[in-house]
């Protein structure tokens, strides 16, 4: 199973300012996801996030607001940018096994954000 | 887009008790799996069942396709079971995993 690791685990931002969210996998996967989970609710998918091309964004999800970068098949990031209190989420990277297809689907440990 | 029901929303047991979370879902799936999320927001992922059955320790897991639905049982739950349990399905012919809206348990000792 892929080992995925997030950074920062939490933080507290000012409304206005981004943020931006690290994702590191231990082994190279096809694709990578981002997922937002608002207090209470459940996962919603912000985007897909291949090597070496644009990411593909979920309506309501915009590449202004989530700028996504993926220079190579271990490494994602996420940017929240213009944060507002509305943005206050955890953030999920998911990989899955199998060829970077979502068979086994594998979560990082989520980025708490919380925004003033 | 598929859509993904999960019942009972919550649900409160006894240490000890059974119980079974029910995931109904609209359209065919090539994917089905079941999500522990713990209370510090881990999610972790209990079973891969697209179809058929499959059991870990307490936890086992049946997914009827041709119907529909899938279905999570655990037996003899533990104050450790607490959380809340995710549903999540890939289309068939697609990759995006698509999750219900969980279902809230919570064990009491």
């Known amino acids: 199973s892929a080992v995925i690791s997030q950074k920062p685990s939490r933080d507290i931002c000012q409304r206005g300012t981004s943020l931006t969210i690290q994702c590191q996998v231990d082994s190279q996967v096809t694709m990578m996801f981002w997922y937002r989970q608002q207090p209470g609710q459940s996962l919603t998918l912000i985007a897909t996030?291949?090597?070496?091309?644009?990411?593909?964004?979920e309506s309501g999800f915009v590449i202004d607001k989530f700028p996504i970068s993926r220079p190579n098949l271990t490494f994602s990031t996420l940017t929240v940018s213009n944060m507002s209190p509305e943005d206050s989420s955890i953030y999920l990277c998911?990989?899955?096994?199998?060829?970077?297809?979502?068979?086994?689907?594998?979560f990082g440990p989520g980025t708490r954000l919380t925004v003033l | 887009g598929i859509q993904v029901e999960q019942s009972p929303p919550d649900l409160i047991l006894q240490e000890g008790a059974n119980s079974t979370l029910r995931c109904n879902f609209s359209?065919?799936?090539?994917?089905l799996q079941w999500f522990h999320q713990n209370p510090w927001g881990q999610l972790i992922n209990l079973f891969y069942i697209p179809s058929g059955t499959k059991q870990n320790g307490r936890l086992s897991a049946t997914t009827v396709a041709t119907e529909r639905y899938s279905l999570l049982y655990i037996s003899s739950s533990q104050t450790t079971d607490s959380g809340v349990y995710f549903c999540a399905v890939t289309h068939t012919g697609g990759f995006k995993t698509i999750f219900g809206a969980g279902t809230r348990l919570f064990v009491k000792a």
């Open positions: 359209d065919s799936v090539n994917n």
């Open positions: 996030a291949n090597q070496g091309s644009e990411a593909t964004y």
């Open positions: 998911s990989v899955g096994e199998d060829r970077g297809l979502a068979d086994t689907q594998y």
